[in-house]
């Protein structure tokens, strides 16, 4: 059966400081992966999707980077973190064929910067 | 223009109840599929349904049932016989053919179910 973990599942980091995320799948090939970030005691924002391997794309001018090095593998990065990036990180992955399409969610990550 | 509307931002239930959280949408596309998340407090994004817009009959899946109308474009998840386990965040979002890869989802309706 297929799986998704994310980690860190918290992280308290300073103003200015590197963000990484990372995101891996497990029992399925080629999924189309996403980052999601909710703030608190709001929606969804989706800030970044990849259908492959080097191929993502982006939803909301941030600083905040995405990469997918292997094909089930998600890394969310930042170089200098801000305040507003504060928030709850999921990372989802979907099936290319089959199954309705749905989303899959990660157990996400959550990030307070001070 | 909103593409998910959830109007709802918190409704409370009596425990073995029935409660059906609204949703709206906006699409042009005509090959689209719904779907509902259901949020705990641990934070997971738990999934709970899916009804496509071409699926005559409503969805449903054990207590969870969605009350599709596609003239209306709403597909309202129906909760029956609620229990104290149903307290959560309740999602509700859409994937279009067109954008293919997009997820747009609503603000989320807060349950409470109350023993």
């Known amino acids: 059966s297929q799986t998704i973990h994310q980690w860190p599942a918290t992280l308290v980091q300073p103003v200015g400081s590197p963000l990484s995320l990372e995101c891996t799948v497990e029992?399925?090939?080629?999924?189309?992966l996403y980052w999601y970030r909710q703030a608190a005691g709001r929606g969804l924002q989706l800030l970044f999707y990849?259908?492959?391997?080097?191929?993502i794309s982006s939803e909301v001018p941030q600083n905040l980077s995405a990469s997918r090095p292997q094909d089930r593998q998600f890394i969310l990065s930042s170089k200098k973190l801000l305040l507003s990036d504060s928030g709850f990180y999921l990372c989802?992955?979907?099936?290319?064929?089959?199954?309705?399409?749905?989303?899959?969610f990660g157990e996400g990550s959550r990030l307070t910067v001070l | 223009a909103q593409k998910i509307t959830q109007t709802q931002p918190g409704m409370f239930v009596q425990e073995k109840e029935a409660v059906t959280l609204d949703c709206t949408y906006d699409?042009?596309?005509?090959?689209?599929?719904l779907f509902w998340y259901k949020q705990p407090s641990s934070g997971e994004m738990i999934f709970l349904i899916y009804?496509?817009?071409?699926?005559?009959q409503n969805a449903t899946e054990g207590r969870y049932s969605l009350n599709f109308q596609k003239a209306r474009k709403s597909a309202n998840l129906v909760i029956s016989a609620s229990q104290l386990g149903d307290s959560a965040m309740y999602f509700c979002?859409?994937?279009?053919?067109?954008?293919?890869?997009?997820?747009?989802f609503g603000t989320g309706t807060s349950l409470t179910v109350i023993p």
């Open positions: 989802a992955w979907s099936p290319t064929t089959g199954g309705y399409g749905e989303l899959f």
């Open positions: 029992g399925t090939s080629n999924p189309n």
């Open positions: 990849s259908i492959g391997i080097d191929q």
């Open positions: 699409t042009s596309d005509q090959s689209y599929g």
């Open positions: 009804q496509g817009s071409y699926d005559e």
């Open positions: 979002a859409m994937r279009e053919r067109y954008t293919g890869n997009q997820f747009y």
